[in-house]
């Protein structure tokens, strides 16, 4: 079964701090992508990466940034959190095939103080 | 991505059979519909995906409508583990496009 595993369960960070949310995927996936889930606004794609030093920005990339020097690690970083980065954040990755099938891991609660 | 519409919530009873609809009235010829579901506390996992054809495995049932531009997920008895929120997604190529969730149908399943 492919794993895909998110560093923490859980966070809490202060306004300000930088944050690294990392997750790694034992699958040899080309395709790795981050998402942050907010009740009522579903999953939205911060970036996504198809290829390692590779990145594309998704839907809302601001205040984030990404990493992806390994095929296995894809890294989110909060430059300098903010209350409103509060939220899920989601790992994905999938092979980069037509019909392909993303597999997430279980999430980060990132809670901003 | 062709925009696609599910009710906000829905609930059955266990042992049941279970329609999930989705309505994708602008999918294109090549769009395949894939349909993801979020049990709580986890991320989002595959359930099935089909083009034309209606499509079975060992989660759920696809029934595509004939002219493409709704479908529906069918578990055949539902149980308590299947509550989950359920989502549609179409596109022709999710190996190099971002998936679009949207906020999905929330299933509660009624011991």
């Known amino acids: 079964d492919v794993k895909v595993t998110q560093s923490s369960r859980y966070l809490v960070k202060r306004t300000g701090e930088k944050v690294f949310l990392e997750c790694v995927q034992d699958m040899d996936h080309e395709n790795m992508f981050w998402y942050r889930q907010d009740p009522g606004l579903g999953l939205r794609l911060i970036y996504f990466s198809y290829d390692v030093k590779m990145k594309e920005k998704g839907d809302i990339p601001e205040g984030y940034s990404v990493s992806r020097e390994k095929k296995e690690r894809f890294s989110l970083i909060l430059e300098s959190a903010s209350t409103n980065q509060t939220s899920m954040y989601l790992c994905a990755s999938s092979l980069g095939q037509q019909l392909d099938i993303q597999y997430f891991g279980a999430g980060t609660r990132l809670s901003v103080l | 991505d062709a925009k696609t519409t599910q009710p906000n919530s829905m609930e059955s009873n266990e042992e049941e059979p279970v329609h999930l609809p989705c309505n994708h009235s602008t999918i294109s010829g090549t769009d395949y519909i894939h349909w993801y579901r979020q049990l709580p506390s986890q991320g989002p996992e595959y359930v099935i995906h089909g083009l034309t054809s209606n499509v079975n495995n060992r989660m759920a049932s696809l029934a595509i409508a004939e002219d493409r531009k709704s479908s529906t997920l069918i578990l055949h008895r539902a149980t308590l583990r299947d509550a989950a929120v359920y989502y549609c997604?179409?596109?022709?190529?999710?190996?190099?496009?971002?998936?679009?969730f949207g906020t999905g149908t929330r299933l509660t399943i009624i011991p």
């Open positions: 997604i179409v596109g022709s190529n999710f190996g190099n496009e971002k998936l679009t």
